[in-house]
């Protein structure tokens, strides 16, 4: 993502709230706790994840270019942008605890987890960075377990056309960029394209860049063995300072105190789910369009999985 926005000038003009309506960054997990629910009960899933591993990826976003690329230079800028944001108010998000479903046992089924336990399972919190940038762009951080499917994505979408000048192209049909770092790292940009044949007609297709089908014989690394990689050779560019993750922790302590004193009840929501059926609402009120219209789909297999596919039939 860092190299990819700051190596590219084609993104730097529109990189600000002129263009981007809103920025969702989503974890999504397709498992629940696994009988591990009385390690996960003390934490959360705002602890867990978004506080640390999608607030990171919020800072990467939403950050100015630093002086240079040396590690110090580059957690400066996301220290300033993480300096720049409010602390989430219970009315900016939506918590979540997962039930029986498909099969699967509810989270306060998990004979580890406390009876009557709160801890959000699921939770969706929008955020404002505060600075000339970003002002009144909603980022919004959404991290759930028993979902119906397994990803960490983030999605930049584009305000609509100020004066459309097809009629053919609906309000759902935005500009989106949209970056998946796993399953299956991919990037690709959404856009609207006439459709084949002789009328006029348009449909929303992508530009698309799957790093499976890009670099067929490459080996791409697990985030950990990155991690364990930049540590013995002591770059500490994917490391949180200590300014850094004070000021994260700032973002969100005054909600998880009111999480940890119960003053506010998690949604239940079905395993194998979307999530709690208030997000899409919540979700429509950050400015953020849902298109039925459109599905992302890789064109080809990598060569391995292809090899196991073709021996499958």
Request: a neutral charge; hydrophobic letters at 40%; proline letters at 6%.
């Amino acid at each position: 993502m860092l190299l990819m926005r700051f190596a590219n000038p084609i993104f730097g003009a529109w990189w600000n709230r002129h263009y981007i309506s809103n920025v969702q960054i989503s974890f999504k997990e397709d498992f629940g706790t696994q009988g591990r629910g009385g390690y996960f009960d003390s934490y959360g899933i705002i602890r867990d994840v978004i506080q640390n591993h999608l607030t990171q990826l919020l800072a990467v976003v939403g950050m100015e270019q630093p002086v240079s690329s040396h590690p110090d230079d580059i957690r400066d800028e996301k220290c300033k942008v993480l300096r720049c944001i409010n602390p989430v108010r219970k009315e900016d998000c939506i918590l979540g605890q997962y039930t029986a479903g498909a099969g699967e046992p509810g989270y306060l089924e998990d004979e580890t987890v406390p009876q009557g336990s709160k801890a959000p399972t699921f939770a969706a919190c929008k955020l404002t960075i505060n600075n000339e940038r970003w002002a009144g762009v909603p980022f919004v951080l959404r991290a759930g377990k028993a979902l119906n499917e397994r990803g960490v994505v983030i999605r930049v979408q584009l305000l609509p056309q100020a004066s459309p000048l097809f009629n053919m192209v609906q309000p759902d049909m935005r500009n989106e960029l949209v970056v998946r770092l796993q399953p299956g790292e991919a990037m690709w940009a959404k856009m609207v394209v006439k459709a084949p044949g002789l009328e006029m007609a348009a449909e929303m297709s992508e530009l698309d860049l799957s790093y499976g089908e890009r670099y067929l014989d490459a080996v791409i690394p697990d985030a950990y063995e990155r991690l364990i990689l930049d540590c013995i050779r002591g770059d500490q560019q994917h490391f949180v300072r200590r300014d850094e993750l004070r000021a994260a922790w700032a973002i969100f302590t005054p909600l998880l105190a009111a999480i940890d004193s119960g003053e506010i009840d998690p949604e239940p929501y079905v395993y194998g789910s979307r999530g709690p059926p208030s997000q899409d609402s919540f979700l429509a009120s950050t400015g953020y369009v849902r298109s039925s219209r459109y599905t992302w789909r890789p064109h080809t297999l990598r060569k391995g999985e292809k090899a196991v596919a073709d021996a499958a039939k």
